[in-house]
């Protein structure tokens, strides 16, 4: 109850906006289930330009608008600024649609820093600012590597332990927030919340292929679908224990790491082709490493470097990651945990969150 109450309060305080309050600027996305735009406030004095943005989204918009509201209560800095959501009737036959309402947090994902020539020393220069501490080499590489992989376990972290899982984890859902300098988690449309048994992607459901892990679904088979929310609150806990739902994030969090060490994987067909070769090797990363570091390219071959560094951390991490079983993966918590991020020496790296 005190979450209900907290809620409508919160509310009653809160301003409330109708479609005619927005002024459209940039298409900024156009997924199967909504579009984005950066948007104004109308007619409102000090409103900067854009500094908002608009997901028009279709009927899973109303979990978008639960999943956002409850991370803003419980894990705000897991995820872009959530202003408000509403059901906008729309008199045009289609329906209704859900009208999601952000703060602009900058201009650029994860994946559109990824396919920058200069990357990572482009997120060095967004975090750090123009500081030079380093000789460019693969030691700085990894640190921002490192500094990346910790924002992203630590937002995943707070999703988690509100017992969220967010099934969409892949660069293009990762954005730089230009305010809090750090990165932030967008998207929660394909998001569970198995505490209440809220989930109401059908299992049908398209996950991306390329970053989803084996399992496919974060229930396992003998889990009939999603409880009704009374059911769910009493159960959850035990099936979360069962399926470990938050594992599914993690082994796409380890692609994209494994993205980052190697500049040869960032396409999309490069990480197709890596998903075949690792199903090829049953999911054991060392296997595949063993197959391919023979003959590999130089730009293979720095990846392994990259993750080799103190004696070999990341590459340990990484492997912790992408698992077979999800039960063998580590947590978000146990990753933060992991010597990887240990960050004797280099004292400059301390304003690297
Ligand atoms: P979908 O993938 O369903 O189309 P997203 O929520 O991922 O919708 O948003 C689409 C794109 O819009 C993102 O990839 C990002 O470029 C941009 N975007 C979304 N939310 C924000 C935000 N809060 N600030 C800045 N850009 C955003
Ligand atoms: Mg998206």
Redesign the pocket.
Known sequence: WDMFVLAFVERLFRPTFRKDDFVLGKK????A????Y?VSLAKKPGAKEGDL?L?KATEYGAVEIWMNERVRRACASSC??FVYGFLESSSKKGGDEYWLI??????A?LSDLMLSKDFPYNVETMILGEVQYLPKGLERENKIIQTIVRQLLFALDGLHSTGIVHRDIKP??V?FSEGSRTFKI??L?AAADLRVGINYIPKEFLLDPRYAAPEQYIMSTQTPSAPSAPVATALSPVLWQLNLPDRFDIYSAGLIFMQMAFPSLRSDSALIQFNRQLKRCDYDLTAWRNTVEPRASPDLRKGFELLDLDGGRGWELLTSMVRYKARQRTSAKGALAHPYFDREGLLALSFMQ
Request: hydrophobic share 35%; proline share 0%.
């Open positions: 900024l996305g156009e997924g289930f909504g579009v984005v950066r943005v997901k872009a600024d952000w703060k602009y947090e900058g201009e994902t293009q859902n954005i967008i998207d449309g």
